[in-house]
C-alpha cells in the first residue's frame, strides 16, 4: 500500500483549514482534507506525522499559523484551532474481510479492555486499550468500542452471528467513511442508521485513490 499525510489545521468551528507547506513552517488555507498540490508537506512516515497531530496552533502574520503546544488529553475541550493527519492513499483500498476480523475477535482473551480497529491497510487488529494509545494512534482508520465482556469480545462474541454479522456491516460503513472522508479513527456508526451492506461493499470497491 502507497500512502503518505498532509498535516491540516482546523479552526473550531470547522469552517476554515489550512495546510502545512514543504518548509514545514509556513500554512496555505485550504479545503479539509483535499488533495494533495506539490506545495504540500508529504510525510510519508507514520510516527513522524503523529508528532504532528494534536498540536494547537494560533495565527501569525508571517507563516499564516504557528505552532502553540502539544495537546494534552482533554484540551479538545477547549476552542482553538488544531493539526490532523490527512491520509492520501496511492493505491487502491481493500474490502475488509469478514473472515479475519473473526479470527482475530476469537483471538482475544475476555477481561482486558480490547479496541477492535480497522488498519490504515484495511486489516483488523487489536490493541489492550491499557497499554497502548488510542489518541493520535494513526495506525487506526476506523475504530469501535472498547470491551472487556466476553459477551462482546473473545471466542464466545466471535460464535454469535447476528452480533458479528452487524458488527462487520458496521466497519464497512465506518471503513466507506473513512475513505471518502481522510479521517481517521472514524468510529463505527449505529446499526440503526446503516444502509444496505452492499451499498458500503460497492462504494469501497468503486472508491479510487489520488
Known amino acids: 500500500m502507497k500512502f503518505f499525510f498532509t498535516i491540516d489545521a482546523l479552526s473550531a ?5 489550512w495546510r502545512l507547506q514543504q518548509d514545514q513552517k509556513s500554512w ?12 504540500d508537506a508529504r510525510i510519508f512516515e ?19 499559523l504557528i505552532i502553540k503546544e502539544k495537546t494534552g488529553t482533554f484540551d479538545f475541550l477547549v476552542r482553538g484551532i488544531y493539526s490532523h493527519a490527512v491520509l492520501h492513499r496511492l493505491s487502491a483500498a481493500p474490502l475488509p474481510d469478514k473472515e479475519q476480523m473473526l479470527t482475530e475477535m476469537r ?3 475476555p477481561g482486558t479492555p480490547w479496541l477492535l480497529y480497522l488498519n490504515i491497510a484495511g486489516q483488523f487488529v487489536s490493541l489492550d486499550s491499557n497499554n497502548a494509545k488510542i489518541i493520535g494512534n494513526l495506525d487506526i482508520a476506523v ?12 471466542p464466545k462474541a466471535a460464535e454469535n452471528k447476528h452480533m458479528m454479522d452487524e458488527l462487520y ?3 464497512l460503513a465506518g471503513w466507506d467513511e473513512h475513505l471518502q472522508t481522510s479521517q481517521m479513527a472514524v468510529f463505527i456508526p449505529d446499526a440503526g ?13 468503486n472508491w479510487q485513490s489520488e
Not at 13 to 17: E, I, L, S
Not at 143 to 154: D, L, N, V
Request: some cysteine.
Open 13 to 17: 468551528t470547522g469552517d476554515k483549514a
Open 28 to 39: 496555505r488555507p485550504c479545503t479539509y482534507a483535499e488533495s494533495a498540490s506539490d506545495e
Open 46 to 64: 507514520t510516527s513522524e506525522s503523529e508528532g504532528w497531530t494534536c498540536r494547537k496552533l494560533k495565527k501569525d502574520s508571517d507563516h499564516g
Open 107 to 109: 483471538s482475544l482473551k
Open 143 to 154: 475504530r469501535g468500542e472498547i470491551a472487556s465482556s466476553e459477551e462482546y469480545i473473545g
Open 169 to 171: 456491516h458496521q466497519f
Open 193 to 205: 442508521k446503516l444502509k444496505e451492506e452492499s451499498f458500503y461493499a460497492d462504494r469501497i470497491q
